[in-house]
């Protein structure tokens, strides 16, 4: 059964404020609230693929503490500017 962009954004955004972690709670949820819905399926995909790495991770990589992998290096310094507003 395939996924509707209305309930897959919704999905996406209950993934975000439900982490593991409260920082990145905070930091996804409104990160999804602001961008989620103008993004087009690609980018989608993208941050579907975001919300599948581990808490501590995304962390360490929104805040600069590692190196983001390739993939996912320009959706996260896109996080991390509206993280650091």
Known sequence: MTETRE???KR??????????KEMDLILSAYADRHLDSMDAAALDTYDA???ENDQDLYQWVTGQ???PAALSDL?????QTFQK
């Open 7 to 9: 309930t897959r954004i």
């Open 50 to 52: 975001l919300l599948r």
């Open 76 to 80: 996260i310094g896109d996080i991390a």
């Open 12 to 21: 996406m955004k209950m993934r975000s404020m439900r982490r593991g972690i």
């Open 66 to 68: 590692a190196a983001a």
